[in-house]
């Protein structure tokens, strides 16, 4: 028995396995979660916890794939690796091409400057299965409220599949040969779903959301738990299938699965730590299993006959292509301006036009025929496709490895008559403390124009520096683990620096509602969200001590994409379109941090950030240079520009410790 070549005609045909069963219940459940996944994504922020349908996905590919596997393997003796891949391919590269092909496109047409590098890596990346593995790199945030998102962000999961399905077929063909009961085998598969369970709860205590969100190791966990599911309900080493359980068992084992997944949707949300630090996704994995097992279960039952319902097998069915569509349409077609629930409405109604043609036209004509499924002539499949696939590759890769725009080749004033930076001037240690904000403007420093200056980054994306916690007004957000590390460790940090002055640049959270020491949610404009924040500035002040002096940069004026904190209701919407007009015009947040800043002369000097970026309102550009790549975060044209202003300002308000 091996994973070895099937014949030739049969790798070529990708068909030595049988064609696989569909089931009407299981496509239903495809078709219910892709909805809401979907939902969620236009707006529909009340399935807040409609993610952890992704979790359902890889439960129900795993489960599927294996009993395919384990059929072939009864049947031939053996598992044909070659032909397993081609199918996966078949199956997922044409929507995913044309996808790609329509981001690269929309990517020259519409992107300014750093997101064609950035979205054209993604594309490449997307295509290579190793997205999810990028987002982590730059520290994605998958639910974050701020700046532009890639097109392709949601591809990420195509790229956990993939990378497990790479080593699918041989960890199945080894429990075949070392084990012969279906139970021992998948009693080792749902081990190690438990392993990586435990490995994600050690994670959690110091690894960012990202990390969590993104990673492979973290997500295998809902993979492994459809193969285990699949060994019991495959066929055995003997080719026959496990006795069935008592058909009221099965279906109580459906409505438990099916309930628990669905008390997710509306219980869940993207602050939710526990699913990760406390085993969360393994135990929404195997709700998900239960499900899989129940709808697989050919007997007539009330919850099959209700998930089988059109239209939902149908929406199962064309779910790849609703699930890879929709992000895009989202963001390309945002209806700024219309009531969201028409919005997401036209959204929904073109994602599903879109997947329903794809399904027809392409994915399931290559699927059952490969390229001779297309309706093209035989020259036509060999001389047109070949060049467009060749095409999408290289258009991802060129955009990808576009250089980055030189930090020191255009530096325009940002203020007319501005401070001249002194080369021998004081001080020369200087330490950054903020969210993401401050984080990529001191990664975008240019040391080589200032040799003389030495720059700590001790920034952290999306940390909030207040002890108060913050909110939605509908749902608390916790510290997420690294902000809490820089929380606790920056002074020892300073400290050790050596930096002569700490430059804290106001962090985009101080937008946000806050509870008060009494639990109630106090808002920008309120006094006593003044009152929270004089705190938690004394605190900070406290903290550094005699160690350094304090300059306090004020926010800048952005303008976040209406849609990113649209979609809510009640008390949650106003406050996140309060959010939104507070980031626009910071004055009320930065005339709070002026008036402590007063209480406290000599210890802290406050720079007016947004006097020099906006003193008549929002500005996009200045002297012919866009401000902010992704409408959050300084351009990196815009960096050396904010820099060229912001260290004469720091020199300006220095005085050093006696």
């Not at 001779?372 to 047109?384: Q, S, V, Y």
């Not at 500035?537 to 001590?545: F, S, T």
Request: with cysteine; glycine share 8%; aromatic share 10%.
């Amino acid at each position: 028995m091996s994973a070895v070549f099937a014949t030739r005609r049969s790798r070529r045909s990708g068909a030595t396995s049988a064609p696989p069963v569909r089931f009407a219940a299981m496509d239903g459940y495809r078709g219910l979660f892709v909805i809401l996944v979907v939902l969620y994504h236009l707006g529909v922020t009340r399935l807040a916890g409609g993610w952890i349908g992704i979790n359902h996905f890889f439960v129900f590919s795993g489960f599927l794939i294996t009993r395919i596997l384990l059929s072939e393997h009864a049947r031939t003796g053996r598992i044909d690796a070659i032909a397993f891949y081609v199918r996966r391919a078949r199956r997922v590269l044409p929507a995913m091409l044309v996808l790609v092909a329509a981001v690269l496109v929309a990517t020259l047409l519409i992107g300014e400057g750093e997101q064609r590098r950035l979205w054209g890596g993604d594309a490449a990346a997307t295509l290579g299965f190793f997205l999810n593995w990028r987002l982590v790199q730059r520290n994605d945030a998958y639910f974050d409220q701020f700046g532009m998102p890639s097109p392709l962000r949601h591809a990420w999961t195509l790229s956990v599949e993939e990378q497990f399905y790479l080593v699918v077929p041989f960890l199945l063909l080894g429990l075949c040969v070392l084990a012969r009961r279906r139970a021992l085998r998948s009693g080792v598969v749902l081990a190690l779903a438990v392993g990586a369970a435990v490995w994600t709860a050690h994670l959690a205590q110091s690894a960012g959301p990202s990390r969590l969100y993104y990673g492979t190791d973290t997500r295998v966990q809902a993979l492994l738990v459809g193969v285990a599911v699949g060994f019991l309900l495959g066929r055995g080493s003997d080719g026959r299938r496990p006795a069935l359980l008592p058909r009221a068992a099965t279906e109580a084992m459906g409505w438990v699965g099916f309930a628990t997944s669905l008390s997710a949707v509306f219980l869940l949300d993207e602050a939710t730590q526990w699913v990760y630090t406390e085993g969360g996704v393994l135990l929404f994995a195997l709700a998900a299993g239960l499900v899989a097992w129940s709808a697989v279960d050919e007997r007539p039952s009330p919850l099959n006959r209700l998930m089988s319902l059109r239209p939902l097998p149908y929406l199962g069915r064309i779910s790849y292509g609703i699930y890879l569509y929709h992000w895009p349409i989202h963001l390309w077609v945002p209806l700024d301006g219309v009531p969201r629930p028409l919005a997401a409405l036209v959204q929904l109604v073109l994602t599903l036009a879109a997947a329903a043609a794809s399904y027809r036209y392409l994915e399931a004509p290559v699927l059952a025929h490969g390229l001779r499924g297309l309706p093209l002539a035989r020259r036509g499949r060999r001389w047109t496709l070949g060049p467009a696939v060749a095409a999408v590759l290289a258009g991802s890769v060129l955009l990808w490895s576009t250089p980055a725009p030189a930090l020191s080749e255009r530096q325009p004033d940002l203020v007319a008559g501005q401070r001249a930076y002194d080369p021998g001037g004081s001080p020369q240690r200087i330490s950054v403390l903020g969210d993401s904000v401050a984080q990529q403007l001191a990664d975008d420093f240019p040391a080589a124009t200032y040799p003389g200056v030495s720059l700590r980054n001790q920034a952290r994306e999306g940390c909030d520096l207040l002890p108060a916690t913050a909110t939605t007004g509908e749902q608390d957000i916790p510290v997420q683990a690294p902000c809490r590390t820089t929380r606790e460790r920056w002074p020892a940090d300073f400290r050790s620096s050596g930096s002569q002055v700490l430059v804290v640049l106001a962090w985009t959270m101080l937008a946000y509602p806050h509870r008060a020491p009494d639990g109630t949610v106090v808002r920008p404009g309120d006094p006593r969200y003044a009152q929270v924040i004089d705190r938690g500035l004394d605190d900070l002040l406290a903290r550094l001590g005699s160690a350094g002096r304090l300059q306090l940069v004020t926010l800048p004026c952005r303008d976040l994409p209406s849609d990113q904190t649209g979609g809510r209701s009640g008390a949650g919407a106003a406050d996140l379109a309060q959010v939104r007009r507070v980031v626009r015009d910071p004055s009320w947040v930065n005339g709070v941090l002026k008036s402590w800043a007063a209480r406290h002369p000599g210890a802290v000097h406050v720079i007016d950030l947004q006097a020099a970026t906006c003193p008549r309102g929002y500005e996009p550009t200045r002297a012919g240079v866009t401000l902010f790549a992704d409408r959050a975060h300084f351009s990196r044209d815009a960096a050396p520009m904010v820099w060229k202003w912001l260290l004469p300002q720091i020199q300006a308000s220095y005085a050093p410790v006696r």
